[in-house]
């Protein structure tokens, strides 16, 4: 059975950092791309950032360009999300997705999720 367990999420001032971890078991993790979606109260969940299979392909979404890095290690079949320079509006629960190939933009498109961990950025 797989499961997708994320950690790190909290409250935090804004223009801080926040480092959230998602732990995947019961799959081959060199076998999925692995994604990050946040999902704020009342909206879509919405993309945040992918990462390939060989953590040679990278995506992000334009809201967190330059702020936001994805990473994997396979050594620990986890996959991180370094988030810096927070804003409110980054406040959401983050969900972390594995997908088997390729990244996607797109939740339709995932496989396995998460339960996720609540990201809460005052102003």
């Known amino acids: 059975q797989v499961h997708l367990v994320e950690s790190g999420g909290g409250l935090v001032q804004a223009g801080g950092s926040l480092r959230l971890s998602c732990a995947a078991s019961?799959?081959?993790?060199?076998?999925?791309?692995m994604a990050w979606f946040r999902q704020a109260p009342g909206k879509e969940r919405e993309f945040v950032a992918g990462i390939g299979r060989s953590a040679i392909g990278l995506l992000y979404d334009d809201s967190v360009k330059g702020r936001f890095t994805i990473s994997r290690d396979s050594a620990k079949n986890t996959v991180y999300l370094q988030m810096n320079s927070l804003k409110a509006e980054d406040t959401a629960v983050y969900l972390c997705?594995?997908?088997?190939?390729?990244?996607?933009?797109?939740?339709?498109?995932?496989?396995?999720w998460g339960q996720g961990t609540q990201v809460t950025v005052s102003s």
């Open positions: 019961g799959l081959t993790f060199s076998n999925f791309a």
């Open positions: 997705a594995a997908r088997r190939t390729t990244i996607a933009r797109t939740a339709a498109n995932f496989d396995y």
